[in-house]
């Protein structure tokens, strides 16, 4: 029997912040997600105009990457850094570029229209429930 009142959140969207909230290489919004069943920091950037957001958790060992609050930039705006052993990360893909990281920064789709920025659930991605 088909169960009619099954919704997939696939790629739904949820409201993030304002875009004006996210300058060019500034301080990052938080943001929390459900993720593979777990309740996870994630954070949006951005960078060359794009808006882009990773689940906060660095590939070295899976801790947060800011140890000053929403500060993962590094000072030239160009990498995004963890705090805890410098690894460095491209700001458009969360690809590690340096340092103790492997692969890349768990990368979260996001959209923005009439200056609000959306990231899309996904089936392993979910709101957090309240
Ligand atoms: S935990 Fe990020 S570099 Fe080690």
Redesign the pocket.
Known sequence: MVDLQFKPVTNELQRLCKAVKLLEGGLAVPFDVNFAGQTCRAFAIRYEGMVQAYLNR?T??A?E?DWQPNQIFDDSGQWLL?A????AYRPETGQCVG???QGSLVKIKVSERDGVVYWHSADNLKPVPF
Do not use: D, K, Y
């Not at 805890?84 to 690894?87: D, I, L, P």
């Open positions: 660095c070295h060992v801790m990457l963890c805890s052993h410098g690894a340092g103790p990281c």
